[in-house]
């Protein structure tokens, strides 16, 4: 099992729809970008910050971006620097109740960074 810290975006019909890089608010409506971690080949699961947690208590404590199920698999035999753009077209790899910009069950493109594996 490789713990993998990335940065993805979903790119729907070529807008930047969800996106690890403007990941958490920050007190003022200040945002800044953090890694998204998981366990490749594993579900993903998005782990609710609290305010406080992180930067001196300066996160507003919303959820950063969810990213979709394909991401797990999409890192599999990358190393760190590595980028990978994927052809999401399954809902049940991408939003199947849709995610900001991107409509259920569409199909986008998902831009995966590997920053580090652990």
């Given amino acids: 099992m490789w713990h993998m810290q990335v940065h993805f975006d979903c790119k729907f019909r070529g807008i930047d729809a969800v996106s690890s890089r403007y990941a958490r608010t920050l007190g ?12 490749a080949g594993q579900p993903v699961n998005v782990v609710v910050k609290k305010a406080g947690d992180t930067a001196g208590g300066l996160f507003a ?10 991401l797990s698999t999409a890192v599999i035999g990358m190393k760190p620097g590595g980028k990978r753009t994927v052809y999401v077209d399954k809902p049940e790899l991408g939003y199947v109740k849709g995610n900001q910009e991107i409509p259920a069950g569409a199909a986008f493109e998902l831009q995966v960074e590997v920053l580090s594996v652990l």
């Fill in 28 to 39: 003022g409506n200040r945002t800044i970008a953090e890694p998204f971690e998981f366990v």
């Fill in 61 to 70: 404590g919303g959820s950063g971006p969810k990213p979709p199920p394909a």
